[in-house]
């Protein structure tokens, strides 16, 4: 029985990833008539929030809490609508796409006092607006332009006339990317700019039928800047943190963000995907991880579109060597690079001769690390389905690291 009731789930799973919301619903409510728990509460309030209907995912959202739910946000969604309604009466005529988020961590009087603070006025003004609107205004905009919108909504997320995607605190955001607000967006807005230049030169139209995913989509650093290049049915969001999973499908009001695993595969149709990107992530993917998930990008893109990302460059290792010679252990960070390619003559020399060196210490199942992707090692084992574009290891570019694959017309061969 419990078996069944996780193909369902998968099944459901697999639809709300499709934005088929409405079946999505149906088998969860299949599910809730046998038994329900907070996960499946939270589940259905997220599929009727994606729906619109608004009354009812707050209802489930209580209700995921009253389940004990509070692991999987609904606190901090509830908050999300408190805000929504606290900002819509500061500004009354302007319509809402996505809602901005309360911190990731914050259990606030906003659930006490959400009864009275719904107003259905409010409501409507966010029924009248969604992602697309958004998507729309921000099409008409040149990149910097776009790019000058997307700072600004650090301090106020109403912006073109839309409510853009919130954020996490400051210090989660750090957690993640070592750095929060403006200086976290305009890391991102450097390599976007390789993005886009990349994806252009290669034949990427950005029209409403192109579909990008962001693999290790975090807290939508990368994912929100996409809603200027992509129809928001086509952004995908691939994450292994649960919790940023649900944020961002709550802050960017889409149902795209994919909980994976450390391996392959993910719920995305084979062919399916036009470019993906990541940045600071095969830069810690042990080799076993990153040699699957270039298999599993093999699967999921066209012929002819393009997966871009970064890793630590060649002189990484030296910089290594240098955080131990000073013995500095300022931040957990350093510790494990104190400890990472310490025979420095050896990993030069195995790099060079096309060896992807990993030091990872068991964090994460032992998917995690420090992460050396060579030229070598792609032109070796990454070529059976793509085309090397680009393999780039130049400060001036990017502080990372980084290679451009373009899938090639090979049939894939499901293992």
Same mark, same amino acid.
């Given at each position: 029985?419990?078996?069944?009731?996780?193909?369902?789930?998968?099944? *459901?799973?697999?639809? @709300?990833?499709?934005?088929?919301?409405?079946?999505?619903?149906?088998?969860?409510?299949?599910?809730?008539?046998?038994?329900?728990?907070?996960?499946?509460?939270?589940?259905? *309030?997220?599929?009727?929030?994606?729906?619109?209907?608004?009354?009812?995912?707050?209802?489930?959202?209580?209700?995921?809490?009253?389940?004990?739910?509070?692991?999987?946000?609904? !606190?901090?969604?509830?908050?999300?609508?408190?805000?929504?309604? $606290?900002? *819509?009466?500061? $500004? /009354?005529?302007?319509?809402?796409?996505?809602?901005? /988020?309360?911190?990731?961590?914050?259990?606030?009087?906003?659930?006490?006092?959400?009864?009275?603070?719904?107003?259905?006025?409010?409501?409507?003004?966010?029924? $009248?607006?969604?992602?697309?609107?958004?998507?729309?205004?921000?099409?008409?905009?040149?990149?910097?332009?776009?790019?000058?919108?997307?700072?600004?909504?650090?301090?106020?997320?109403?912006?073109?006339?839309?409510?853009? /995607?919130?954020?996490?605190?400051?210090?989660?955001?750090? !957690?993640?990317?070592?750095?929060?607000?403006?200086?976290?967006?305009?890391?991102?807005?450097?390599?976007?700019?390789?993005?886009?230049?990349?994806?252009?030169?290669?034949?990427?139209?950005?029209?409403?039928?192109? $579909?990008?995913?962001? @693999?290790?989509?975090?807290?939508?650093?990368?994912?929100? @800047?996409?809603?200027?290049?992509?129809?928001?049915?086509?952004?995908?969001?691939?994450?292994?943190?649960?919790?940023?999973?649900?944020?961002?499908?709550?802050?960017?009001?889409?149902?795209?963000?994919?909980?994976?695993?450390?391996?392959?595969?993910?719920?995305?149709?084979?062919?399916?995907?036009?470019?993906?990107?990541?940045?600071?992530?095969?830069?810690?993917?042990? /080799?076993?991880?990153?040699?699957?998930?270039?298999?599993?990008?093999?699967?999921?893109?066209?012929?002819?579109?393009?997966?871009?990302?970064?890793?630590?460059?060649?002189?990484?290792?030296?910089?290594?060597?240098?955080?131990?010679?000073?013995?500095?252990?300022?931040?957990?960070?350093?510790?494990?690079?104190?400890?990472?390619?310490?025979?420095?003559? *050896?990993?030069?020399?195995?790099?060079?001769?096309?060896?992807?060196?990993?030091?990872?210490?068991?964090?994460?199942?032992?998917?995690?690390?420090?992460?050396?992707?060579?030229?070598?090692?792609?032109?070796?084992?990454?070529?059976?389905?793509?085309?090397?574009?680009?393999?780039?290891?130049?400060?001036?570019?990017?502080?990372?690291?980084?290679?451009?694959?373009?899938?090639?017309?090979?049939?894939?061969?499901?293992?």
């Amino acid at each position: 029985m419990m078996e069944e009731a996780q193909a369902v789930r998968q099944q *459901a799973y697999e639809h @709300f990833s499709q934005g088929n919301f409405d079946e999505a619903l149906t088998l969860f409510r299949q599910l809730e008539s046998e038994a329900e728990d907070a996960e499946l509460a939270n589940d259905i *309030a997220v599929v009727l929030y994606r729906l619109g209907q608004t009354e009812k995912a707050v209802e489930k959202f209580r209700h995921s809490l009253s389940l004990g739910g509070g692991d999987f946000l609904a !606190v901090n969604a509830i908050e999300i609508l408190d805000e929504q309604v $606290k900002s *819509a009466a500061l $500004k /009354p005529a302007a319509p809402v796409a996505a809602p901005a /988020p309360a911190p990731i961590s914050a259990v606030s009087s906003a659930f006490a006092d959400l009864g009275r603070s719904l107003t259905g006025q409010a409501l409507e003004i966010w029924r $009248k607006d969604s992602p697309y609107a958004l998507h729309r205004a921000a099409a008409a905009l040149e990149d910097e332009e776009w790019f000058k919108v997307i700072l600004k909504s650090v301090d106020d997320p109403v912006q073109l006339d839309h409510f853009l /995607p919130g954020f996490i605190s400051a210090t989660d955001q750090a !957690v993640f990317v070592g750095s929060s607000g403006g200086a976290a967006l305009q890391e991102a807005m450097r390599f976007m700019r390789v993005v886009l230049r990349y994806a252009r030169t290669n034949g990427i139209a950005f029209d409403d039928k192109t $579909k990008i995913a962001d @693999f290790g989509s975090g807290w939508g650093r990368y994912t929100r @800047f996409l809603l200027k290049y992509a129809s928001p049915d086509n952004i995908y969001g691939l994450e292994v943190n649960r919790g940023m999973v649900e944020h961002c499908r709550k802050a960017f009001g889409l149902g795209n963000f994919l909980k994976v695993e450390a391996f392959p595969p993910c719920d995305l149709r084979d062919g399916l995907l036009d470019l993906t990107f990541g940045y600071s992530v095969f830069s810690h993917l042990s /080799p076993d991880c990153a040699n699957a998930w270039i298999e599993e990008f093999a699967r999921i893109t066209r012929p002819g579109g393009l997966v871009m990302m970064t890793t630590q460059g060649r002189s990484f290792i030296d910089y290594c060597a240098d955080i131990r010679r000073r013995n500095d252990r300022s931040n957990e960070w350093f510790v494990s690079l104190i400890n990472s390619f310490v025979d420095v003559e *050896a990993s030069y020399r195995d790099y060079d001769s096309g060896v992807l060196l990993h030091a990872g210490f068991g964090q994460y199942g032992g998917t995690y690390g420090e992460t050396l992707v060579p030229k070598g090692h792609i032109e070796k084992h990454w070529l059976k389905y793509f085309d090397l574009v680009d393999f780039v290891d130049s400060r001036s570019c990017l502080p990372q690291a980084l290679f451009v694959l373009r899938r090639n017309e090979r049939v894939f061969e499901h293992a």
